[in-house]
């Protein structure tokens, strides 16, 4: 009697895990959490959720959602109990569903098609009749004919009065809905060995700052294993416009002491290194920043210099000529007043970055002028040199996400393996098919039956195709 009840409870669980209704429940669930953890930012910081909530619910009420949705784990829902625990309920349940299932279809797969008696093709659910003109060998080699063409393997079984052929294709395409649901378990696994073993973090790297940590989002320093390096930053704009172009991040690698790898990163080409990887994310202003102005000077002559070290006030000379030069000024962001001709500074983001510069030669000043970074004609001289402002560095940062996803390639495993399984059950069907040939009165009667678990009008599209062959057509 215990036995009984024991195998009872067993039985109920089992078909409680094996449920399609389970199934439903859970990726519905998972779904719409996932929506509530695209809107809520995770890991932030307290008061950007909080607007986020009072847009959607309102002031005076956000503040209270917003404590009761920390304590449910919204706001790092993708560590939390609850949805790693809904995760782990779901592949239970793909698990046992396929292990429920599995061994009729394996069954199916590897049951040999036998013959079929003449009253039994009144069951087939795809059935075509034909009778053609002579004897049960000519026709049965016409027909051989044609199913080889369609590309059929068959077994040819003979009986006293009348011969049948059989075959099928596909059979394995019923593993496709299997394959599938590991690829949904390989991708699973994958996520959550990147969320349970991997971190997403921050870094603002002002230009010649080497950090060897990164930052959660709640500002705790995350190791990194090596030092990273910001060589230099720098910002492509539109032509004759202050929109961002493109964001440029000169990083190297260093480890004990030694650059091991370096590589300029833009937006969608990021750096990676011992399986963490650096995204170009955002920039700004390092606040005080002493900087130094790097200009490339070029005499008429053709003779270069490149000056990578001087500040506001320091002078230098003009290569093979007696006339130097001095920085008496610097904008960030240079625009000339329409009404007045007055030059004038519109932001302190390093937009449009110019210094005023006055010409000497033989101490005697010449002239004094602006020029521009973005606009390289302001660099030439009345006389033929050229002053060119190539930087102004170290007064800049480079914003990095930082990640590390150990699991990445288990859902990239996962993404290519679902793909194929897609593949395969929505577009590969098990076709069963049986000819048989029976001679009458000198004529033979030739009976198409098949069946096929889907997409079945295709496959008596094809059935139709073979008969209009037989019947001397063209396929």
């Not at 519905?28 to 959490?33: A, E, H, P, Q, Y």
């Not at 509530?36 to 005076?60: D, M, Y």
């Not at 500040?311 to 093979?320: A, E, H, V």
């Amino acid at each position: 009697m215990t036995k009984k009840e024991d195998t009872g409870f067993i039985d109920r669980v089992w078909n409680f895990f094996a449920s399609v209704k389970l199934a439903i429940v859970l990726l519905i669930t998972i779904s719409l959490t996932s929506i509530i953890g695209t809107v809520i930012e995770q890991q932030a910081a307290p008061e950007e959720n909080i607007k986020v909530i009072s847009r959607l619910f309102g002031e005076s009420i956000a503040p209270t959602l917003y404590n009761i949705f920390l304590k449910m784990g919204f706001m790092d829902m993708y560590h939390s109990w609850w949805f790693v625990a809904l995760l782990l309920l779901f592949c239970c349940n793909l698990i046992i569903c396929s292990f429920d299932r599995l061994p009729r279809i394996l069954k199916i797969i590897r049951e040999p098609m036998v013959p079929i008696k003449d009253e039994s093709f009144k069951g087939v659910a795809i059935k075509r009749e034909l009778r053609l003109k002579g004897n049960l060998i000519k026709v049965s080699n016409e027909t051989a004919h044609v199913l080889k063409s369609f590309r059929y393997n068959f077994a040819e079984i003979k009986e006293e009065k009348n011969i049948q052929f059989l075959t099928q294709k596909g059979r394995y395409s019923r593993l496709g809905v299997y394959i599938t649901h590991f690829s949904i378990l390989l991708i699973l696994t994958g996520a959550l060995i990147g969320g349970l073993f991997g971190f997403k973090g921050f870094l603002n790297l002002p230009e010649g700052e080497t950090s060897t940590v990164a930052y959660s989002r709640n500002g705790n320093p995350i190791p990194l294993g090596f030092a990273i390096r910001c060589n230099s930053f720098d910002v492509e704009y539109y032509k004759n416009m202050d929109m961002p172009k493109a964001y440029k991040s000169d990083l190297s690698i260093i480890v004990d002491g030694k650059e091991v790898e370096r590589k300029t990163i833009v937006v969608n080409d990021p750096l990676t290194y011992n399986g963490i990887t650096f995204y170009q994310s955002s920039y700004g202003m390092v606040p005080g920043a002493d900087g130094k102005f790097i200009l490339k000077v070029v005499s008429k002559n053709g003779i270069e210099k490149v000056y990578d070290n001087l500040k506001l006030g320091d002078s230098f000379d003009i290569p093979g000529t007696s006339m130097s030069a001095k920085i008496l000024d610097f904008s960030p962001a240079l625009a000339i007043n329409d009404k007045t001709g007055k030059p004038y500074t519109y932001s302190d983001e390093l937009v449009n970055p110019a210094i005023y510069i006055g010409v000497y030669d033989k101490g005697a000043e010449k002239y004094r002028g602006w020029i521009l970074k973005r606009y390289p004609e302001t660099s030439n001289l009345p006389e033929g040199h050229k002053i060119e402002f190539v930087d102004y560095w170290g007064v800049k940062y480079t914003g990095l996400q930082v990640r590390n996803d150990p699991g990445v390639w288990v859902v990239y495993i996962g993404c290519i393996t679902i793909t194929l399984g897609l593949i395969i059950a929505f577009f590969i069907n098990h076709k069963r098919l049986w000819v048989r040939l029976s001679e009458e009165g000198g004529s033979t009667r030739v009976i198409f039956g098949g069946s096929a678990n889907k997409n079945k009008l295709a496959f008596e599209r094809e059935i139709e195709r073979m008969v209009r062959v037989l019947e001397g057509g063209r396929k």
